[in-house]
């Protein structure tokens, strides 16, 4: 990951072993580079150490293991009120979030801990951890919005144009395999092996998923009709191929998936190709996929992960009990307060 000139060693030091010990992927490092730069020039500032400079101009290269001895678990949490509080008024800044959200402040903790942990754990720079009771903040999990059967299948049937056969088995794979855009974008034509896919997932982690019928159908027919990528390019063994004849872009897949949500009556802005990965899973989990299996689908790293597709299925057993007829039923009394079920 490219850094910051001006970033201390002792920091510099941390996102390499994230990189290359961790496995994080270099958008990871660099949103803990970027939070971390911030926690260290917000406290130059509030102990007098870059008087008159601009926030964002303020240098952190002289940050030395002196300066981190020095900190404190309220220096942290004054941190976090800080970036609720006062952050947005810089206005422009790349790292500035109006009404920073329960899950950017858990980026953030998780940025700090994973930095103080190292410190202390692998590089035995500190003798103690200052942080590590941080606490992360509750974080609200929404239930994930996907397709019903019948939905899906009104988007596989959706698809057209010219590149049909393509665009039907990207459908087709995010539908039954819960890939990831990215992982989808990154498969290679020599990642397929009869009836299984390899698939590059976070932090570079390979998992082998099995092809069902459909996805197995669908690539066959697909695949007559790839197109002859540019030489020169990455894109060489790529299985799916943009018009320009390059590796297919993330953009491209998500503009196609809401072009065929559209035109299959679906909601495109509810939905997207992400949704589609929520739609693989839960129609697993409820037609009898155990959740350790499901998170070895999906490739997640912790099972606290998968555990939402679980409230789904509370979320429609709920709506089933509310859905029975009898369930706004009530017994009638007696005039003289005795129900029925008294006489028996």
């Known amino acids: 990951m490219k850094v910051d000139s001006q970033s201390p060693q002792i920091l510099n030091d941390f996102l390499a072993y994230l990189?290359?010990?961790?496995?994080?992927?270099p958008k990871t490092v660099h949103e803990y580079y970027l939070d971390l730069r911030v926690f260290f020039r917000y406290l130059k500032q509030k102990r007098g150490l870059a008087d008159d400079v601009p926030f964002d101009e303020i240098p952190i290269n002289d940050i030395d293991i002196a300066f981190v001895e020095s900190?404190?678990?309220?220096?942290?949490?004054?941190?976090?009120?800080?970036?609720?509080?006062e952050r947005p008024k810089h206005g422009n800044s790349e790292h500035?979030?109006?009404?920073?959200?329960?899950?950017?402040?858990a980026r953030k903790i998780s940025a700090l801990r994973?930095?103080?942990k190292y410190l202390t754990d692998k590089a035995h720079l500190l003798s103690n951890n200052p942080l590590q009771n941080l606490e992360y903040p509750s974080v609200r999990r929404s239930l994930p919005k996907y397709l019903t059967v019948d939905e899906s299948v009104a988007l596989l049937e959706a698809v057209d144009g010219p590149f049909r056969e393509r665009d039907y088995c990207i459908l087709m794979l995010f539908l039954n395999c819960g890939l990831r855009v990215s992982e989808l974008c990154g498969l290679n034509v020599t990642d397929i092996n009869e009836n299984q896919i390899r698939v590059l997932g976070k932090g570079n982690k390979e998992r082998m998923l099995y092809l069902n019928e459909?996805?197995?159908?669908?690539?066959?027919?697909?695949?007559?009709?790839?197109l002859q990528?540019?030489?020169?390019?990455?894109?060489?063994?790529?299985?799916f191929i943009s018009r320009q004849r390059n590796r297919i872009r993330k953009t491209t897949v998500e503009h196609l998936v809401k072009k065929y949500l559209s035109q299959a009556g679906l909601d495109a802005e509810r939905f997207s190709a992400h949704k589609l990965r929520h739609t693989a899973a839960t129609l697993m989990y409820k037609n009898g996929v155990d959740i350790r299996t499901l998170q070895d689908v999906l490739g997640h790293e912790n099972v606290n992960t998968t555990m939402i597709y679980t409230h789904i299925n509370d979320a429609n057993m709920q709506d089933a009990a509310?859905?029975?007829?009898?369930?706004?039923f009530r017994r009638k009394e007696h005039a003289d307060g005795r129900?029925?079920?008294?006489e028996s």
């Not at 459909?214 to 790839?226: S, V």
């Not at 020169?232 to 299985?239: E, I, R, S």
């Open 114 to 116: 994973s930095f103080f």
């Open 71 to 85: 900190i404190t678990l309220s220096d942290a949490y004054d941190f976090l009120m800080y970036t609720v509080q």
């Open 214 to 226: 459909a996805c197995i159908d669908a690539i066959n027919a697909y695949l007559p009709h790839r």
């Open 229 to 239: 990528p540019k030489n020169g390019t990455n894109a060489a063994n790529a299985l």
């Open 339 to 342: 129900d029925d079920s008294e």
């Open 19 to 25: 990189s290359t010990i961790k496995g994080k992927s």
């Open 322 to 328: 509310e859905r029975n007829p009898l369930s706004s």
């Open 96 to 105: 500035s979030e109006i009404g920073l959200s329960a899950r950017s402040r």
